[in-house]
């Protein structure tokens, strides 16, 4: 059983940076692949971005490349986003989310892929 808790959300303008961070409990946080989804007013929810058990793999949705960077911290329990370059069109609820994991180089973009979900934090970017 894995615990997330998001935290870093909140209200910025366009242009500006936020980082996300999201806290696991227990010990087996380095077997499990993690990822960010997030999810606007009115839209399903859709991915965001995805790194590997290890680290080492990143995978991005084409709207955030350049912009959002995901890592992990395996000694912490931790894995961050940091979002640059913020757009009216990020604004959202970011959820994390964590599943376990054979391989470690594997990263996964699907929702349904994952087991275990943070309960959210909003991000608003305004114009």
Request: charged residues 20%.
């Amino acid at each position: 059983q894995v615990q997330l808790v998001e935290s870093g959300g909140g209200l910025v303008q366009a242009g500006g940076s936020l980082r996300l961070s999201c806290a696991a409990s227990g010990r087996t946080f380095s077997s499990h692949a993690m990822g960010w989804f997030r999810q606007a007013p009115g839209k399903e929810r859709e991915f965001a971005a995805a790194i590997s058990r290890n680290g080492r793999n990143t995978y991005y949705v084409d709207s955030v490349k350049g912009r959002f960077t995901i890592s992990r911290d395996n000694a912490k329990n931790t894995v961050l986003l940091q979002m640059n370059n913020l757009k009216p069109e990020d604004t959202a609820v970011y959820y994390c989310a964590a599943r376990p994991a054979i391989s470690s180089n594997s990263y996964f973009s699907i929702d349904n892929d994952y087991r275990y979900w943070g309960q959210g934090t909003q991000v608003t970017v305004s114009s």
